[in-house]
């Protein structure tokens, strides 16, 4: 079975500071995976997401993410935080790649954004 | 884009009474359902999967009689809380699955219910 890790359970930056969120996946086939926020009572918002293309994935918000299968690693950054990027953030690794399969999340990382 | 409304986004009811969840794919066929529920500060754990015209699958450790899933057609399906309790107390989110592409072209969020069970 496929499975995630997500390493640190909150993550504080300064305003303007690199944002580096790590995630680890276990797949035993190609994965897909991805990266969504969530704000505070609301459902997920997809930010970025590796479907088996290039390895850099740009997403929304300035966010990106390299795959590097060597490492099973997906880490998302972004070069500045700003206050808004204050949320939930989520990596989640579909089981196969085909179809619609469900996804697996990590326990997330909670993004704290300082002035 | 693809857009999952949900309904209600948060609702209070009494121990022993039902909740209905609906969520409806607004603007494309939503081949496969997935119901979630998340815990304070936690991650989403999957409850079931259902694909339109057919039972719904169950994750392990899931009641199936206490949790009914309903996807009648491409464009809506319903989780039922049966007799709730306050253990039942969650945010419960749905996910789409369909529209353009496979997989992760697919994947919409639904907003979110906050279920309080009294």
């Known amino acids: 079975a496929q499975s995630v890790t997500q390493l640190g359970s909150h993550v504080s930056v300064s305003e303007g500071a690199l944002v580096l969120l790590r995630c680890n996946y276990s797949?035993?086939?190609?994965?897909?995976l991805f990266w969504y926020v969530q704000y505070p009572n609301q459902g997920l918002q997809l930010l970025l997401k590796?479907?088996?293309?290039?390895?850099l994935v740009k997403g929304i918000n300035g966010f990106e993410a390299e795959f590097k299968k060597s490492e099973t690693s997906f880490h998302l950054t972004k070069p500045s935080a700003h206050m808004s990027d204050a949320a939930e953030y989520f990596c989640?690794?579909?089981?196969?790649?085909?179809?619609?399969?469900?996804?697996?999340f990590g326990t997330g990382t909670r993004l704290l954004v300082s002035p | 884009g693809a857009v999952v409304s949900q309904h209600p986004s948060w609702v209070i009811c009494k121990s022993g009474t039902s909740v209905k969840i609906e969520c409806r794919s607004l603007?494309?066929?939503?081949?496969?359902m997935f119901w979630y529920r998340q815990f304070p500060k936690q991650s989403l754990m999957l409850m079931a999967t259902?694909?339109?015209?057919?039972?719904?699958?169950?994750e392990q450790g899931v009641e199936k009689d206490k949790f009914l899933i309903n996807h009648a057609s491409l464009t809506l399906s319903t989780l039922t809380v049966t007799s709730a309790h306050p253990e039942d107390s969650s945010f419960y989110i749905c996910?789409?699955?369909?529209?353009?592409?496979?997989?992760?072209?697919?994947?919409?969020f639904g907003s979110g219910t906050r279920l309080t069970v009294v």
């Open positions: 259902s694909n339109e015209g057919s039972k719904a699958t169950y």
């Open positions: 797949s035993s086939v190609p994965p897909y």
């Open positions: 590796y479907t088996s293309a290039a390895t």
């Open positions: 603007d494309f066929q939503a081949t496969t």
């Open positions: 996910s789409a699955g369909g529209g353009t592409g496979l997989g992760g072209d697919g994947y919409t």
């Open positions: 989640a690794v579909s089981e196969g790649n085909t179809g619609f399969q469900k996804l697996v």
